[in-house]
């Protein structure tokens, strides 16, 4: 961990939130029980479009994070570790889930620690109810008509909802 003062201590939690699910806002509400500050941060993904641009998906994390004010919500274009040392964080946080979350992980955090020793990554185990959830799933869900509101925060089931009555109506 970097000299950070205490009562400073900053976290990045990076993804594509693609968009932000209640698995991830759980993962935000558990990393603010252990940083003063996190930053759930949407990285540039050089050649995938996504469903949701980036700055909707920020915007998205925002509304869904508004009831913590100790959370904010960003992009990052480039490395991460570059990031989170611009935004003076000490830590990376990710979530961790059975379903093979953990070699991508792991190979993942030992560069970040190759890259930039000083920041940690920190992984937190995903409640057993939310382990299933993925944004992925949640866009197939949708996109089948299926009822996908208790797995996403009130702003991203509106915007969902919103698109997909656009797109029937188109
Ligand atoms: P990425 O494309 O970087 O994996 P995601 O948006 O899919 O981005 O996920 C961001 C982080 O949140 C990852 O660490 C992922 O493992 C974690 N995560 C995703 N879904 C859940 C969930 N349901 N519960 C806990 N952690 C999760």
């Known amino acids: 961990m ?3 003062p205490l009562g400073q201590r900053t976290a990045v939690y990076p993804g594509s939130f693609d968009p932000i699910t209640r698995g991830h806002l759980e993962i935000v509400e558990r990393a603010l029980r252990l940083f003063d500050q996190v930053i759930v941060a949407v990285g540039r993904h050089p ?4 469903y949701f641009s980036v700055s909707e ?11 913590l004010p100790r959370a904010r919500s960003a992009n990052f274009d480039g490395l991460m570790v570059n990031f989170c040392v611009e935004q003076g964080a000490s830590a990376i946080i990710r979530g961790l889930r059975p379903m093979g979350d ?13 890259i ?25 869900i949708a996109h089948h008509g299926g009822d996908f509101q208790r797995y996403v925060p009130e702003p991203v089931f509106e915007a969902m909802m919103s698109r997909l009555g656009s797109k029937a109506g188109s």
Not at 57 to 67: F, G, K, N, P
Not at 102 to 114: H, L
Not at 121 to 137: E, W, Y
């Open 2 to 4: 970097s000299d950070e």
């Open 47 to 50: 050649t995938k479009k996504g």
């Open 57 to 67: 998906r920020v915007d998205l994390i925002s509304a869904s994070i508004a009831h």
């Open 102 to 114: 953990f070699e991508t992980e792991y190979q993942m955090g030992m560069a970040n620690r190759d």
């Open 116 to 140: 930039a020793p000083t920041i940690e990554t920190v992984f937190l185990i995903a409640r057993p109810d939310h382990q299933f959830i993925s944004s992925s799933l949640i866009r197939e």
